[in-house]
């Protein structure tokens, strides 16, 4: 075991249930509102399954938004976790050695977390969570059933990631800046037809480009709402947002919360 590694099934959060079946270990757990889980790893590669609610997960430099019906595959590396405003909860599945051996080094060592959409497997996930629930005779082959096609997603997902064009990284990186690009600037910068570039985003990220940039404007007013005492008008205006009305009705159909409502949850009010 890798020095202050959780152990093969051990996870952070409130356990709600535990179960065995065949070569897995399946555990769902929950978590509070706004909850933040210190940086951590796990000494063997698992899957986490996001059921309900949402969290952002840093591992490195790097940051990722996990929304209910998409699945995470780590592999050891260090990461830490911050909660929405809802209460969430993860299935967590780990295997014997030999499952993750036969996989090959992409599975079973260690390496990068992968993020898998809920557009890409939320099908997948759903279908675990309800068979993780079943008791009958047959329920554990299909849970190994079902963990074996989401281990081939992650298996060819992982050949996909090493074709990732180098124009992403910098379309990505104009989309958090001020002001935003339009679609056919980002295409003509990356050399892409717009179609292009829409497809290979959302492939990579889960969302298209327009969704990717109000999710970072929504993040930046909500840091801003936790941090400082800043008029509502002002934290729209600095977040990009048109006024305060179009910030409220971002927010509400994001978190399903006004920025006050948000301010006092955020602050334990």
Known sequence: MRPSA???????????????????ILCRTSYAPLE??????????????ALTGEFHERSGR???????????LHAGERHADRFGVQEASCLNLSFE????????????GEGPARYAPAGAVGGLVRRLAREFDETDEASALALEGLT???AAFFARAARLERQAPRWLDAAVERLRAEPPPSLAE?????????????????????CSPGEYRRRCRVERACEDLRRSDTPLA????????????????????????????????????
Do not use: K, M, N
Not at 38 to 45: F, K, N, R
């Open 148 to 150: 074996l096609e989401l």
């Open 186 to 206: 980002l295409a003509r910068a990356a050399d892409v037809h717009p179609a292009t570039l829409v497809r290979t985003f959302r492939r990579f990220h889960g």
């Open 97 to 108: 050695p030999a499952w993750s051996e036969r996989f090959g080094p992409w599975f079973a």
């Open 234 to 269: 002002a934290v729209a205006a600095r977040a990009g947002f048109a006024d305060q009305s179009h910030f409220t009705r971002a927010l509400r159909a994001a978190i399903g919360l006004s920025p006050a409502a948000y301010r006092r949850r955020a602050r334990g009010g």
């Open 62 to 72: 790097t940051e990722e938004r996990v929304a209910a019906g998409a699945a995470v």
């Open 36 to 49: 933040r889980l210190p940086e951590h790893a796990h000494d063997a590669s698992y899957l986490c399954l």
């Open 6 to 24: 959780l152990a093969a099934g051990v996870y952070l959060g409130r356990p709600e249930r535990r179960r065995v079946a065949g070569a897995l």
